[in-house]
């Protein structure tokens, strides 16, 4: 494969891999690492990559692991210290919500599990068909509608909640 | 679409029973000025996941810089293939030589009854296989110590990895502690005014 046609294919995911890679490691620079590393890993893998069926969907499962590397040997640089003080690590989503006006909703989705966040960020946000998800996370389609269908309603029932709280925060004040 | 229409695809979106097309329908509905009243309590939400969606690789030399990254891999890597062919032939002559050379102490008595010439060519052929194997041994050193100059190369980057992260642990850290003075200032400036 010449570096031109790698270019053609995969350069326009780089994007994509970036919010997923950033969707991990809750870092900008980290992600950008990430998905610098990983086009260099496919790179190398240029001889076999007609081999494989969805490029894409195989470029974000590469980026899947690699983070999930990442994060344990963060955590071997006794990143777990900082842990322990869980209002200093912005998520994403958290980190959104400071610089957005959207961040209160967004919050939302990071109090959900992990499986679950993930799975509404390559839905909702990357907008994946199933099958895809199924590619990049190995999860079963079951598993994939059934989480993403919970994780959707407790998204709901939180926005209703919010709004009947503050509802009552009004009258209570009037 | 209508609203009405819309409103039951948001309930199967919620239930998870909604196809991708059916998904960008309500999201792009949301970006709309007419949402009724009781719906608008959802647009944050949808207009969340749309600035999400628009979160870029923040570099822009980005490309440029990879497409330099994959030459330099593509270089990094035929060196290092004539790294492994030089140091291939080393071990081959190394291995002849010993062979050699125990045979020749142990069958060190045949060579009394060899004729002029046949002795002639062993010692060229020995000649030989010395001569290589001291270019061999030279090269080898060469290339052993620009192998030691990458290592060099990978431990100081390894190093400056780790201070970075000891930094970042640092700056949450920084950040943590700035955000309880602020806190703290504010306690003191309501109790003052109280």
Known sequence: ?174 | MNWQQLEQVLDLYWEGKTSLAEEKQIKEAFLRSDIPEHLKRFTNYFAGLKQMQELKLPDSAFEEKLGKQLSDTKRFKLKNNTLFSYAAVFLVLISLSFFLINNFNTEKENFEILSPEELVFVQKHLSFMSQSLAQSISFSAQNIEKIGLINLGAQTIQSYENTYLKQMQNLNKIEYLNQSVNELESKQNKDSLK
């Open chain 1, 1 to 174: 494969m010449l570096q031109s046609e790698f270019k053609e294919q995969f350069f326009y995911l780089k994007d994509k891999m970036f919010r997923f890679a950033k969707y991990y490691l809750k870092n900008e620079a980290e992600a950008e690492d990430i998905v610098q590393d990983t086009f260099l890993k496919l790179w190398n893998k240029k001889n076999s990559l007609s081999e494989v069926r969805n490029k894409e969907t195989y470029a974000l499962s590469m980026i899947k692991n690699a983070s999930i590397d990442r994060i344990r040997k963060l955590k071997t640089f006794s990143l777990e210290e900082v842990k322990k003080e869980p209002e200093n690590i912005l998520t994403p989503l958290d980190s959104l919500s400071q610089k957005e006006t959207h961040g209160h909703l967004m919050k939302l989705i990071s109090r959900l599990n992990e499986q679950q966040q993930t799975l509404i960020i390559l839905r909702d946000v990357e907008g994946y068909e199933y099958h895809e998800i199924e590619e990049i996370t190995g999860l079963s389609i079951n598993t994939i509608r059934v989480n993403i269908s919970r994780a959707r309603n407790t998204i709901k029932e939180k926005i209703l909640k919010l709004n009947t709280d503050e509802l009552a925060t009004i009258r209570t004040s009037s």
